[in-house]
């Protein structure tokens, strides 16, 4: 089964502090993804990393970067913490290629971020 | 944008009965997927449909999709109380997907 896990499930951080949130799939999967969910807002997608070292901005980049030094690993860091970056951030990996791809999205179980 | 707008964005029945989510979206697709959240968790793939299909079964699970209305349903029979849970649909066309809302669905015992 394909697995993608998030080093934290919850996380209580002051604001401005450096965040990271780490993700890690043991599929091989080319494709990583960031998003954060928030009630009547839905999945909105932060960035995504389509290879190692690659990213690319996805619908609110904003106050993130992100880090994909080895392929199983995707991290998302906020520079500088912000009380409306408390949410719920979900990672998942996919394959979008050849015979493997079905299309399909792996989440982890979401990290719950609380930005005092 | 290919993001999929689900509706209703709740619903409420009784154990049983059916359940019916609709989907609309923008843009051509080469897949439309449904995924299913619980409370708190991560999105799990319910089901796929790829654009050249009408129509999809998985046990109690049924998915439409009607590329000239650019729709899709998820009917959910006999619905048990462990399908409450949040349902999105995925409109597929690139190397992202897109999520909406979702529709929160409540199966009261």
């Known amino acids: 089964d394909v697995k993608v896990t998030q080093s934290s499930r919850y996380l209580v951080k002051r604001t401005g502090e450096k965040v990271f949130l780490e993700c890690v799939q043991d599929?091989?999967?080319?494709?990583m993804f960031w998003y954060r969910q928030d009630p009547g807002l839905g999945l909105r997608l932060i960035y995504f990393s389509y290879d190692v070292k690659m990213k690319e901005k996805g619908d609110i980049p904003e106050g993130y970067s992100v880090s994909r030094e080895k392929k199983e690993r995707f991290s998302l860091i906020l520079e500088s913490a912000s009380t409306n970056q408390t949410s719920m951030y979900l990672c998942?990996?996919?394959?979008?290629?050849?015979?493997?791809?079905?299309?399909?999205?792996?989440f982890g179980e979401g990290s719950r971020l609380t930005v005092l | 944008s290919q993001q999929g707008e689900e509706d209703p964005q709740a619903l409420s029945i009784q154990e049983g009965e059916n359940a019916t989510m609709n989907c609309s979206y923008k843009t051509s697709i080469n897949n439309l997927q449904w995924y299913r959240q619980n409370s708190g968790r991560g999105l799990v793939q319910l089901i796929l449909?790829?654009?050249?299909?009408r129509e999809k079964h998985s046990g109690r699970l049924r998915v439409t999709l009607d590329t000239s209305k650019k729709s899709s349903s998820l009917l959910i029979t006999a619905s048990r109380a462990a399908d409450t849970a949040s349902y999105f649909c995925?409109?597929?066309?690139?190397?992202?997907?897109?999520f909406g809302s979702g529709t929160r669905l409540l199966v009261r015992p």
């Open positions: 998942a990996s996919a394959y979008f290629g050849g015979t493997r791809n079905t299309g399909e999205l792996f």
């Open positions: 449909i790829r654009s050249n299909e």
């Open positions: 995925a409109p597929h066309s690139s190397y992202k997907l897109i």
């Open positions: 599929m091989d999967h080319e494709n």
